[in-house]
């Protein structure tokens, strides 16, 4: 990108990060990535992907935030190959997080955890009878954005989900993949009304 261009895209962003709204009002540690102005912190773990893109910048949140992270100036060809990295592994099926309720880990494997794995299943059923978010939180004490997360997360069904990928896991599911499904198509009537 020339020169001319870039000053041009960062006047008209107001030499803001369009994710995080950081400002720096010479232009320093802002970067240009597809004709959007980002954050040196915020461009790292930009999706290369335009329609990604716009949906990466158009979850908000505060350039405090990421205080720290800019402080350590991220080198983004680093992270590239840590991510490339974490992609192989996930392709592999293998764990790329701590583990999701109702599991834990045993020699690097997800292992169902006997008590929260039945938790899983009736959390599942509850959401599928009829019980609210709010109620279903109460019974298992679980906050309703903890239990949203149970009742969309792939890992119940075998599957793995990373950088947009979902994959077949190594561990054992909890639930079927048509109970899930049926959770999500519920999910979808919800969010329709």
Known sequence: MEPQQK?????????R?????YYSPLGEGLEIINDRVLCKVCSVFAPEDN???QEYIS???????LETFRKFNINRASHDVHKKGMIKKAKQGMLMARPAYGYKVEAGRLIPDEYESQNVRLIFQDFLEGKS????SRIYNISV??????LRNFTYIGKIKFAGNIVSGSHA???????????????ESLNKK
Do not use: H, T
């Open 51 to 53: 329609q990604k893109l």
């Open 173 to 187: 599911s909890l639930i079927s993949p048509e109970l899930f499904n049926s959770v999500q198509q519920k999910f």
């Open 7 to 15: 000053k041009e895209l960062l006047e008209k962003s107001g030499f």
């Open 59 to 65: 979850e908000k949140l505060e350039w405090q935030n």
């Open 133 to 136: 978010l709010n109620q279903i």
């Open 145 to 150: 954005n903890g239990i949203k997360k149970i």
């Open 17 to 21: 990060c369009q994710k995080c709204n």
